[in-house]
């Protein structure tokens, strides 16, 4: 059981997770001070815990770490804030706690300015991920009408205990390369992650793992923190010379700075944190089924196999053409066929029609309805793309409404992929976007939208606002409003968070979409790479991935088809090609593939992800548990890729994970058995093809107790590589 516990005499609250704990205290003068953060402990040990250790060096010494809410002592802060006399800095006097289930809410005043801060903790029962968040008040009345200055803002500041050796793993990349693993020593000083695009970014994504160097994937003890925000961040990570290891973070980015006014609340998304000692696979695990548990608006379903124009035909889209490709999809068991860009207004390239959202009549005469019901009437759902925060300066929308775009007086209006920025936080803007949204949705049967997001913000500001810093914020408030209402108002409706690939992507616009598009990158062999960083957090229910076209259209790069299939399959299968150029032994080979996803999809989708390998092992191999209610492994999928060949360099068996050792598994492909036990200590045979782009799919099920099976199969048995497709 998850719970809260006050120790009053000690001035101290215990958060219990299933099985870690999180402490925190008051100090003499008020301030809440870190306690502790890792395996179990009960309210009476916790109490026990000495504070940092003071090492008496003299005043330079002073402010070590610890905090919970403004930093590490003169390390990064998490609250910065100037009053209107001039002052800066608060002075907390605790005023009471009120504790409601798993939650916690710590309540603090300044001692003279009008602020007040409630500090956020939530703990579940199924979960040992720990929500934070921050509520902000200004609580002038008449006599202070003065707003209060806010330089930073954050959720919640992390401590950790000492470690030996820290490490930080983070992913860093760009547009088409997102979510590559960092993993590295911690330098001293301060290390900052950070989005300034006014989104999560392709650059970084707002989560960090921490260990003390030893952690492994299966083994060690690992601290994690992500921000589920999907504008400007930042998060500071502060290695002292001799005191232990903090980080801070929260929404807008450095320089930003914006007013609470007299009587507003502002309340900072949530910056959530996990502790395990089951390695890094164990963390990211944990991140997954947190997310299946309390983000996904809709985690049981299983997602549907999707086709997307984009890479066959680009903008290039009409009826005619659509057909064709519709025709195929469903032959290849698509499930849902979405139409992406081009199809509205004067939309004919990425230069012109953006913000006009009508169907162009010279390429569906009669409207979307006829593709739509071609799409219905061979079994799949429907769905469009998207990008309702954009327009080109071509356009009807920004020829009569230049206004609404976000602009500065006396500054240049930057054009990037052609297009600008529409001020959605300006309610007209957010009016009229969910109007069209909602006729469109009204209009036809549409069950799926692609979201999309292509550049970042630039000059944001609305001339006559006098606090456009706030703007930052009021952007992605007012994104995530209109997303919310139209799932309420159409609750059938299905969404991909989508940036140019995998530009936003983060637990904030995650608890309103079902799934992202994790890079426009497609080509097989990077995508291993960028699937890998993607799952350190993000599920596999969620990571949206194509089979296209060989050579693929970025890289260049030829791949087989099983290839490009396997590592799709690894995440939401879809298919983005030109299936009008596929051979028929390509489309049969297609389709049968596509039918080995919808069998294995329960346990991509609902599995405990392991990887087994690194991603830039010789062959990297994933492998998806699916339990039975009693948590007994009941069913495996290993896939592994082999993207060069070396001569003498034998593939060795892999050892499984997380199987029952009593258990005897039987092969779906070849009927082998084996036992569990063999398995865990000697690994799975790999017999992949030979030569480059090598890959298998092994699909495992625990037989009942005492069924019949075949002798166990000794080596070679069911193989990666032969045993499915
Ligand atoms: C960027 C997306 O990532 C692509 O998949 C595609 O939808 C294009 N935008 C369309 O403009």
Excluded at 348 to 357: E, Y
Excluded at 507 to 523: M, P, Q, V, Y
């Amino acid at each position: 059981m998850s719970r809260v516990t006050h120790l009053a005499e000690h001035r101290l609250w215990l958060l219990t997770t299933p099985a870690t704990s999180y402490a925190l205290r008051l100090d003499d003068e008020d301030r809440p001070r870190h306690v502790h953060w890792g395996a179990r402990l009960t309210a009476e040990q916790a109490a026990t815990v000495p504070p940092p250790v003071s090492r008496d060096a003299g005043s330079f010494q002073t402010g070590g770490p610890g905090g919970e809410l403004e930093g590490p002592g003169f390390g990064p802060p998490s609250l910065d804030v100037r009053f209107a006399d001039g002052g800066a800095g608060v002075e907390w006097r605790y005023r009471g706690h009120a504790i409601d289930g798993g939650d916690l809410a710590v309540r603090f005043a300044d001692r003279h300015h009008p602020l007040e801060i409630t500090l956020h903790y939530r703990v579940h029962d199924d979960t040992d991920v720990i929500e934070r968040w921050t509520v902000l008040r200004h609580t002038g009345d008449g006599d202070s009408r003065d707003p209060v200055g806010l330089l930073r803002w954050d959720s919640a500041a992390w401590t950790l205990p000492p470690l030996p050796a820290p490490r930080l793993s983070h992913v860093a990349g760009g547009w088409a390369a997102e979510t590559l693993l960092r993993r590295e020593a911690l330098p001293y000083g301060e290390t900052v992650l950070t989005s300034r695009r006014g989104t999560t970014g392709h650059q970084a994504n707002p989560w960090v793992m921490l260990d003390g160097g030893q952690a492994t994937e299966e083994h060690g003890e690992v601290w994690s923190a992500a921000l589920a925000w999907s504008g400007s961040w930042r998060i500071t990570v502060h290695r002292p010379a001799f005191d232990a290891v903090g980080l801070t973070g929260g929404s807008g980015h450095d320089g930003l700075s914006w007013r609470l006014a007299p009587g507003e609340t502002w309340r900072s998304p949530v910056f959530a944190g996990v502790y395990g000692a089951a390695g890094f696979g164990g963390i990211s695990r944990q991140w997954h089924s947190y997310a299946l548990r309390h983000v996904l608006p809709h985690p049981d379903e299983l997602r549907p196999v999707v086709y997307d124009s984009w890479e066959a035909t680009g903008f290039d889209v009409d009826l005619a053409g659509q057909l064709r490709l519709v025709e195929r999809a469903a032959a290849l068991g698509a499930e849902l066929y979405v139409l992406d860009d081009g199809w509205f207004g004067a939309r004919r390239s990425q230069r012109a029609g953006l913000g006009d959202w009508r169907v162009a009549r010279d390429r569906f005469p009669g409207g979307l309805d006829p593709l739509i019901e071609a799409v219905r009437a061979r079994g799949m759902r429907f769905g469009l793309w998207v990008e309702p925060e954009m327009v080109n300066p071509d356009s009807d929308l920004y020829r009569e409404r230049p206004d609404w775009v976000l602009h500065l007086p006396n500054r240049r209006r930057t054009t990037l992929r052609d297009q600008l920025v529409l001020d959605f936080a300006r309610p007209e803007v957010a009016g009229w976007a969910y109007d069209w949204l909602d006729r469109l949705l009204t209009g036809h049967r549409i069950d799926f939208l692609k979201w999309d997001f292509n550049r970042p913000l630039t000059e944001v500001g609305r001339p006559g606002h006098d606090d456009p810093g706030r703007l930052w914020t009021d952007h992605v408030r007012s994104v995530y409003a209109v997303i919310d209402r139209l799932r309420a108002a159409h609750p059938h409706l299905r969404i991909e968070t989508c940036a140019g690939g995998g530009g936003r992507v983060d637990f904030g616009i995650l608890a309103r979409t079902d799934e992202a598009w994790a890079s426009d990158n497609t080509d097989a062999v990077d995508r291993i790479g960028i699937q890998h960083g993607y799952g350190q957090v993000y599920p596999a229910r969620t990571m949206a991935a194509w089979v296209t076209d060989s050579p693929n259209p970025l890289t260049g790069r030829a791949v087989p088809l099983r290839f490009r299939f396997h590592v799709a399959m690894s995440g939401v299968l879809g298919l983005g090609g030109d299936l009008t150029r596929w051979s028929a032994a390509e489309l049969a080979e297609a389709a049968g593939l596509v039918a080995l996803y919808k069998e294995v999809r329960p346990a991509v989708q609902h599995g405990a992800l392991h990887r087994l390998t690194r991603a830039d092992a010789p062959v990297t191999a994933v492998q998806y548990v699916l339990g039975d209610a009693a948590g007994a492994a009941d069913e495996v999928v290993v896939l592994a890729w082999r993207v060069t060949a070396r001569f003498g360099h034998t593939a060795a068996p892999l050892r499984l994970a997380a199987l029952d050792p009593g258990a005897v598994y039987r092969d779906t492909g070849t009927g082998a058995a084996h036992h569990g036990a063999v398995l865990l200590a000697h690994g799975l045979p790999l017999d992949l093809p030979p030569g480059d782009h090598a890959s298998g799919l092994t699909r495992l099920v625990r037989l009942p107790a005492g069924a019949p099976h075949g002798p166990p199969s000794p080596v070679p048995g069911g193989r990666v590589g032969t045993s499915e497709a």
